[in-house]
């Protein structure tokens, strides 16, 4: 069985577990998928304390939810569309925020720098991305869930999934090569 199947399957047995009350399992599901849920809601927001607040959001509220949860297998999706919505409450709060102070000024800078050149470019690629296109291509690419699991965690149809991976990934590969510039 390859590793990433592997992977899921232990994933979905920790869920079940935890689902049935089992602390240990809990905790070692959330000891696997912090990395993951923060990796993204850094793409995300762009602001390490904004993306840690985000994160043990969503996280209470996986908890809260997985008795809910009516398939283990669904969980990647499920946990992400959770955090998705987490992400967009704390953008529209500081989209808000800066509405109400008038403050017209940049997003904050990420607080850990980029380590390479190529990330740098490729922070700079999805940035350019609406938020959809970011986000299923930050999915898929970057914690390599499915159509349908992209689909669930952002609300949308597997085939509107498809359309903006397609699209993200048209977009990356001609930024990431040059072509998009003036």
């Known amino acids: 069985m390859p590793r990433q199947q592997t992977e899921r399957v232990y994933d979905e047995l920790l869920v079940t577990m935890a689902r049935a009350g089992d602390r240990r399992a809990a905790n070692r599901l959330a000891a696997r998928w912090y990395p993951r849920l923060m990796r993204t809601a850094l793409r995300l927001l762009r602001d390490r304390g904004e993306a840690e607040e985000a994160v043990q959001e969503a996280w209470a509220g996986i908890c809260r939810g ?51 050149e190529l990330r740098h470019e490729l922070d700079r690629a999805l940035a350019d991305l609406s938020d959809e296109h970011r986000l299923a291509a930050i999915l898929y690419f970057g914690e390599g869930l499915t159509l349908n699991e992209i689909a ?24 990431l090569k040059g072509e998009n510039d003036e």
């Open 66 to 116: 997985w008795a809910r949860l009516s398939d283990p297998a669904m969980f990647p999706g499920w946990a992400f569309g959770i955090l998705r919505r987490k992400c967009a409450d704390r953008i529209r709060r500081v989209q808000l925020q800066r509405a109400r102070s008038g403050a017209l000024e940049d997003a904050p800078e990420p607080s850990e720098p980029a380590r390479a």
């Open 152 to 175: 669930a965690a952002t609300g949308v149809p597997v085939g509107t999934a498809k359309s903006r991976i397609f699209n993200a990934r048209k977009h990356l590969k001609s930024t």
